[in-house]
Nanobody, 125 residues
Framework: QVQLVESGGGLVQPGGSLRLSCAAS????????MGWFRQAPGKEREFVAA????????DYADSVQGRFTISTGNAKNSVYLQMNMLETEDTAVYYC??????????????????WGQGTQVTVSS
């Protein structure tokens, strides 16, 4: 059974930084796409960033472009999200997502089969 486990969330002041990590276990396949989504209270889940195993600079939501960086790790099926210049609007539960299918629409949550349990990020002074 494939499991994605996120870590690195927490409480940070506006302007601060956090680094989220996501590692997969139980998968014998390499994911083609790994990404991050978030959901704030009372709002729908939204795309944050995603990257393909084949490389590239990644895709980012406009709201995080220039502040967040997604990267894959040396370990198979791992992904990170470096979040800088955090704003109160970034407060949400952040979810790691993954797909083994090639060519998916990375911004569409319905395209991802595997999800983590989420990690809380709170930006507050």
């Amino acid at each position: 059974q494939v499991q994605l486990v996120e870590s690195g969330g927490g409480l940070v002041q506006p302007g601060g930084s956090l680094r989220l990590s996501c590692a997969a276990s139980g998968s014998i396949f390499s994911f083609d796409v790994m990404g991050w989504f978030r959901q704030a209270p009372g709002k729908e889940r939204e795309f944050v960033a995603a990257t393909r195993r084949s490389g590239g600079s990644g895709d980012y939501a406009d709201s995080v472009q220039g502040r967040f960086t997604i990267s894959t790790g040396n370990a198979k099926n791992s992904v990170y999200l470096q979040m800088n210049m955090l704003e109160t609007e970034d407060t949400a539960v952040y979810y790691c997502a993954a797909s083994i299918v090639r060519g998916i629409q990375m911004r569409d949550a319905r395209e991802y089969r595997y999800w983590g349990q989420g990690t809380q990020v709170t930006v507050s002074s």
